[in-house]
């Protein structure tokens, strides 16, 4: 992992002096409030080292009241552990996929829905203006909360070690690993593959000893997780975007002072505009990167997959599911899909 660690060196400059604000602020007094941060991803992805520098400001900017804690690569549990633990306060932060959340969240898969946004233009339209905003009330009905605006996931691509997926025909019965979301898995269930659920921390062994043929992440995920030790090509689909949002627990967060509360969405909300920022560069220059690992790379013609998904139910079972109010948010970015 030496050459990502060397990349994001050049690509975040300067982040290893942050961590020196925990040793100036308050001078080693025990901090008022301990929590703790899980995400799922590498410690070499973004989420990690902008939410790490996110934590750095909140320190100081508490003078150490507030403490946090960082826990990656799914050191307290699987994705869904830690849904079931920050749902409890177990776990105060959490850092969770869009498309993960929807288990808990219907509403939270919205912007997973197939082929809705062409570039991240839209997508920044939609996530920050009024799908963004009616996602996140969804969210606050429940014990959890959004703490920020949504992280950057990045747009899905699809990998195989077994065949050459170029048009929706090249799907047909392909064994392929999901995340345990109902979006996903409809997704490919309707386009006719063999879509099958599997947790993040199970991914690279079921690769690893073919209990799937292939997988679909973004490009950030499929090199800090070494997946191209597993696969041999790249499908650029672009078939989901997928965000992130770090969730936080209600009762927990209620704890904190209001002038505190401010801070940490203060903080979380620079690092997620520095983690956007990363993540579009990373998939541009990770293609290269990628190629260097020996995945070969093909550009597929999205329009195809697009149509073939339209000419099932898919779009028009999923408007049925989230109701009118969600699925104009969508469509007021996205264009008429049903």
Same mark, same amino acid.
Do not use: H
């Given at each position: ?21 925990g ?22 992805h ?13 320190r100081?900017?508490?003078?150490g009241?507030?403490?946090?804690k ?16 920050v ?27 197939g082929?809705?946004?062409?570039d ?15 996602v996140?009330?969804?969210?606050a009905?429940t ?58 921390n199970?991914?690279?062994? +079921?690769?690893q000893?073919? $209990?799937?043929? =292939? ?7 499929? &090199?800090t997780? #070494? !997946?191209? *030790?597993?696969?041999?090509?790249? +499908?650029?689909t672009?078939h $989901?975007?997928? =965000? ?7 009762? &927990?967060?209620? #704890? !904190?002072? *209001?002038?505190v ?9 620079k ?14 220059s990770?293609r ?8 070969t ?34 469509e ?7």
């Open positions: 992992m030496r050459e990502f660690r060397l990349s994001r060196r050049t690509l975040l400059a300067g982040a290893a002096a942050v961590p020196v604000f040793i100036l602020t308050r001078r080693g007094d025990a901090a008022e409030f301990n929590f703790k941060l899980a995400t799922g991803q590498d410690p070499t973004p989420v990690n080292i902008r939410a790490q520098e996110a934590i750095d400001r909140i100081e900017a508490t003078s009241r507030l403490d946090i960082l826990f990656p690569a799914n050191q307290l549990g699987s994705d869904t552990d830690l849904l079931a633990q749902r409890n306060g177990s776990v105060e932060f959490f850092n969770l996929a869009t498309s993960i959340l929807s288990t808990f969240v219907p509403a939270a898969s919205l912007p997973n829905t082929f809705a946004f062409k991240y233009d839209a997508v920044w339209q939609a996530m920050d203006g009024g799908l963004g905003e009616y996140r009330a969804e969210i009905k014990p959890i909360t959004t703490m920020s605006k949504v992280w950057d996931n990045g747009f899905r691509q699809i990998t195989s070690s077994t065949r050459e997926i170029k048009t929706p025909e090249d799907l047909k019965g392909f064994k392929i690993r999901v995340p345990p979301a109902p979006m996903l898995t409809s997704l490919f269930k309707a386009l006719d593959a063999g879509a099958a659920p599997i947790n993040f199970e991914l690279y062994s +079921s690769l000893t073919k $209990v799937v043929e =292939g997988e679909e992440n973004p490009l950030p995920i499929i &090199a997780t #070494r !997946l191209y *030790e597993v696969q041999k090509t790249c +499908s650029m672009g $989901v975007w997928d =965000g992130y949002w770090i969730l936080g627990n209600k009762k &927990a967060v209620a #704890r !904190l002072p *209001e002038d509360r401010a801070i940490v969405t203060r903080e979380f909300d690092s997620a505009v520095d983690q956007r920022a990363d993540v579009a560069k990373l998939s541009v990770l290269q990167t990628l190629t260097e690992k020996g995945i790379f093909f550009d597929v013609d999205r329009t195809l997959f697009r149509d073939a998904l339209a000419k099932t139910s898919f779009y028009k079972d999923w408007k049925a599911k989230f109701g009118d109010a969600g699925w104009s948010q969508l007021a970015v996205a264009g008429k899909l049903v």
